[in-house]
């Protein structure tokens, strides 16, 4: 259907060190999006790609929009405690005749000081 | 803070009961959008109103509807809760009717159905 699957599901790593996560769909995207949700809190969106093979920065963050249009994948260098959350990919899709947001399972990283 | 607002933030109640969840969205966002999160689940879409009517229905069960009211803020209702409808409920809004993706979520209101 309209999964988007991400992985690693839970990452554990050391205060410093990089993080690479991905997200894949059997169909194609056209707008991929990554959101973070901190601990009791709502998602907040991080980076948004429109075009294929788009990379884009945002901070210690960057996303790449895959030349296929079926992955993206976010990477965060030097990570901090307040990396700390769970990531979510996202990206809109015509179902039934209306534009909705489908959201993969979401990565949650767990930083050791 | 990203301006939308949820109330309640924690409800406990027994099954059988109604609950009603409210939002109000981002000053100036037409549109508002419902989700369910379940424990360590993604985020799945129930329903969206835009400027009052509603726009897209996702996997909204039968025993549950919303509304969004003249201004536009928005209510969802719960009823004959069952344990299985335990989970955040989160209410996201934007200015266009279309669902880009770039969505501005509330805190959530966790429900807790015993």
């Known amino acids: 259907g309209q999964q988007l699957n991400q992985s690693p599901q839970s990452m554990f790593i050391q205060e410093g060190e990089d993080v690479s996560m991905n997200c894949t769909s059997s169909s194609i995207f056209n707008t991929w999006l990554w959101y973070k949700q901190d601990p009791g809190e709502g998602p907040v969106l991080l980076i948004a790609?429109?075009?294929?093979?788009e990379l884009t920065s945002n901070g210690r963050l960057t996303a790449q929009f895959g030349i296929t249009r079926k992955d993206s994948f976010l990477n965060i260098s030097a990570s901090i405690p307040s990396d700390v959350g769970i990531y979510f990919c996202a990206g809109p899709k015509i179902i039934q005749g209306a534009q909705k947001l489908v959201f993969g399972q979401g990565t949650r990283l767990t930083i050791n000081p | 803070d990203s301006g939308v607002t949820q109330t309640p933030k924690h409800l406990i109640t027994a099954t059988g009961q109604r609950v009603t969840l409210r939002c109000s969205p981002r000053s100036g966002d037409l549109s508002v959008y419902w989700y369910q999160q379940s424990l360590d689940q993604g985020l799945q879409f129930l329903i969206q109103y835009y400027n009052g009517e509603e726009r897209a229905k996702g996997n909204i069960l039968e025993r549950f509807s919303a509304q969004q009211f003249p201004d536009l803020h928005s209510e969802l209702n719960l009823s004959s809760l069952e344990l299985g409808d335990s989970a955040l409920y989160f209410c996201?809004?934007?200015?266009?009717?279309?669902?880009?993706?770039?969505?501005?979520f509330g805190e959530g209101s966790r429900l807790t159905v015993l």
């Open positions: 790609l429109y075009k294929a093979g």
């Open positions: 996201a809004s934007s200015v266009v009717p279309e669902n880009t993706g770039e969505l501005f």
